[in-house]
């Protein structure tokens, strides 16, 4: 099957076509003809299989041409990342025609969004604090939406946006289209989509709770104390015989420990930085940015980042905190085999992490193989210079963890830890 065969007009052809894409993905296939059909849709899709192109590809034909001043489809997005890639895609899907499209998120000034409101908007891409703020002060209307799209709901109701999101649909008109995407299915999914949508298709591309198939996924057993010398060790020879590693995203549970895992990766020559939810728009996007530029090789995240980062060819994600949600996990891992490519998930276990990786073992209902721990060495860790452009990476310390295959110290990685270093 050929975009082409989807029944979409020749100007989002065109578009899809100079974004080098000809063969769509299941959940394009299935989605794009739903929801051309005018019904309620129902998607479950891992992240990476393309679904928002599933899903702005058709609404922007259904859009037609530009009327009006009031946004005539709502797309709702768990985090400003998310929003700010949907937002992205609709105006390149759309370049050929006339429709506008605007993104509306916390964390920013709010008077630059009201002004690009009142030029005009047919496709709104929204957080849902800033949509209730804007709503609230009078600065937007949502009397014209015809299309009401909740993406990631699972996530959204894991930050706790379930009450916002019951504030929002009773705003909007009450004749329209719902569409809901959503990587897994609970009971509290299931129930949100029995009171929002009305006879819905169902389009599940994926088995619940699966992985992606061209994820190689490893595990390391290692005390907590010695993560991030082995995570420098992975960094300057790889994690089997792939050779160094120029680029990882790598996750935390914490905000704390992203800013102090990214200022160790810089005292010991790799360049670093931290995005979660207390830095500001302009430094995750400018983070961001520099990750995707290659100017930094570790980009450290906690979980707001799992969803909504669209990095294209990612080598390798780095569990160095497992999640204490095992779907978590299955987001994290697929920001890595996007599009196509092929990618690999590595996982730092501690000891006391050993029930968090049954659960998401059990979760998966694949297991994640243990890789025997290399011999690593403990590494003094400077203060990050100044000017990161000539930082070197310091000189190893002789003590190194790992032992013979099959014993105790090979096995979990066990030797006298150095305590200077933490």
């Known amino acids: 099957m050929q975009f082409s065969d989807l029944g979409l007009t020749p100007d989002l052809l065109r578009a899809v076509a100079e974004k080098g894409y000809d063969t769509p993905t299941p959940v394009q296939s299935k989605a794009i003809p739903a929801v051309l059909a005018g019904g309620d849709v129902l998607a479950g899709a891992q992240t990476g299989t393309g679904k928002t192109a599933g899903f702005v590809l058709p609404l922007l034909q259904k859009l037609g041409a530009a009327v009006g001043r009031s946004p005539r489809v709502l797309v709702l997005s768990p985090t400003r ?9 609709a105006r390149t899907y759309g370049r050929y025609t006339n429709l506008r499209t605007q993104v509306i998120f916390g964390g920013v000034s709010e008077r630059p969004q009201i002004d690009a409101l009142r030029n005009g908007c047919d496709l709104l891409i ?25 993406d990631e709901a699972d996530r959204m109701l894991d930050m ?83 050779g160094p590693w120029y680029q990882a995203l790598i996750f935390t549970r914490t905000k704390h420990g992203a800013n102090r895992l990214a200022q160790q990766l810089e005292g010991a020559g790799i360049r670093s930085a931290a995005i979660h939810g207390n830095k500001s728009q302009a430094a995750r996007v400018r983070a961001l940015a520099d990750f995707k530029a290659g100017r930094i090789a570790a980009l450290v995240a906690t979980d707001v980042a799992s969803r909504g ?5 990612l080598p390798q994600v780095v569990n160095y905190e497992l999640p204490n949600v095992p779907e978590d996990y299955v987001h994290r891992i697929g920001r890595t085999a996007r599009a196509g490519s092929t990618g690999r998930a590595v996982s730092l276990v501690s000891n006391d992490e050993a029930g968090l990786l049954r659960d998401i073992e059990r979760t998966m209902r694949q297991t994640v193989p243990i890789t025997p721990l290399p011999a690593f ?46």
Do not use: C, W
């Not at 009305?198 to 057993?221: C, D, K, L, Y």
């Open 81 to 89: 990342e998310l929003a700010a890639q949907i937002g992205e895609n």
């Open 126 to 150: 929204a957080t849902p604090g800033r949509l209730l703020d804007l709503v609230g002060q009078g600065a937007l209307d949502l009397a014209a939406v015809r299309h009401f799209v909740l």
């Open 160 to 242: 706790g946006f379930i009450h916002d999101i019951r504030r929002i649909v009773k705003i909007l008109p009450v004749q329209r289209q719902n569409l809901m995407f959503s990587a897994t299915y609970s009971q509290d999914i299931r129930d949100l989509a029995a009171r929002m949508l009305r006879n819905p298709v169902e389009i599940e591309v994926a088995p619940r709770n699966s992985t992606a198939e061209r994820v190689a996924q490893v595990a390391f057993r290692v005390p907590k104390e010695s993560k991030r010398h082995l995570l420098v060790h992975l960094f300057r020879n790889g994690a089997t015989d792939e």
């Open 309 to 313: 980062l669209d990095i294209k060819e």
């Open 377 to 422: 060495e403990i590494v003094e860790v400077s203060r990050p210079s100044a000017s990161p452009a000539n930082r070197a990476a310091p000189a190893p310390r002789p003590a190194r963890h790992g032992g013979r295959p099959g014993s105790r110290s090979h096995r979990f990685g066990r030797s006298r830890p150095n305590r200077n270093a933490s």
